[in-house]
């Protein structure tokens, strides 16, 4: 009868700790890749349904202003309302732009098949599970596209990098029992800050404004309102308002510049 030495009693429990935080990151990975991808989608349907409306009244404003300043050229305080409105407008024109958007157009679906997948293969990978810096770097790699297959929805792809480190050599293992054992101790530390580091990332999320309003839409479609159609709709009708008035100030423009002309003889509109 063979009898296990303290230190193969040791790694034995080792190993069963590490196999289950092993299975635990891989979950948690896959719960924040979903999380990730699914509040970009939010991201990119409220920046095409609303934020663009945004950058139309941001724009308009900065028209607004600027026709205000035509009326009162002396006066600085209008002018710096309308350089840092004018700002603005670029700033929401840029974060507005369609081509911005254009990859995040996908309505995104993980399947069960697409799980698993990633769920074994993340198990095996992640650079956490690394012990030298340059298998982290490689690790590091291939987690990237197992992230990028994943979020893409591509089964291919996934199910071709599982096979593809199957057979890896990073996969064989030997050397001592204390070897092992000091091996196991490192990446139980690893597998813990890295699952910290989830923790922290999804609480540090679910405080930004962008999750707020993403939980603010979904309790509202649960009682079957649609805010994102409110919030479009409302700004529509603050868009007509502002146009309404922009036209109104340039009319007044035109109608100044006709008077000095016709009273002096003056073009204005070259100085303004």
Same mark, same amino acid.
């Given at each position: 009868?063979?009898? $296990? ?7 034995? !429990? ?25 509040l970009k989608q939010f991201e990119a349907q409220y920046t095409m349904e609303?934020?663009?409306? @945004? ?51 996908? !309505? @995104?679906? $993980? ?6 997948? +990633? +769920? ?29 297959? +994943? ?16 057979? $890896? ?6 050397? $001592? ?33 962008? +999750? ?27 868009? !007509? ?17 006709? @008077? ?12 303004r």
């Open positions: 009868m063979n009898v $296990s030495s303290p230190e193969e009693i040791e790694l034995d !429990k080792k190993r069963c700790v590490l196999e289950r935080l092993k299975e635990k990151l891989a979950a948690s990975e896959v719960q924040m890749t979903e999380f990730r991808a699914e609303v934020g663009r409306l @945004y950058a139309d009244l941001d724009e308009i404003e900065a028209q607004i202003a600027e026709e205000e300043v035509k009326l009162l050229p002396d006066d600085e305080e209008i002018k710096k309302r309308a350089e840092e409105l004018r700002r603005r407008a670029e700033e929401s024109a840029a974060n507005a732009d369609e081509e911005n958007w254009a990859g995040c157009s996908f !309505k @995104y679906q $993980s399947t069960a098949e697409a799980k698993k997948a +990633y +769920y074994n293969l993340a198990k095996i990978i992640h650079p956490d599970l690394a012990l030298d810096a340059e298998e982290k770097e490689k690790r590091h790699d291939l987690m990237a596209r197992l992230n990028d297959a +994943y979020s893409a929805g591509d089964q291919t792809l996934l199910n071709k990098l599982v096979e593809d480190f199957r057979d $890896s050599p990073d996969l064989i293992k030997g050397d $001592s029992i204390g070897d092992e054992l000091v091996r196991a101790i490192r990446q139980i530390f690893q597998v813990k800050n890295r699952l910290k580091e989830l923790r922290a990332e999804r609480l540090t999320t679910e405080l930004s404004e962008l +999750y707020t309003l993403r939980e603010k839409v979904r309790l509202e479609m649960l009682e079957g309102r649609n805010l994102i159609k409110q919030m479009a709709e409302r700004t529509k009708t603050l868009i !007509k308002k502002a146009e309404r008035r922009l036209v109104n100030l340039r009319e007044l423009n035109l109608a100044q510049e006709d @008077y000095i002309n016709e009273r002096f003889g003056m073009d204005i509109s070259a100085f």
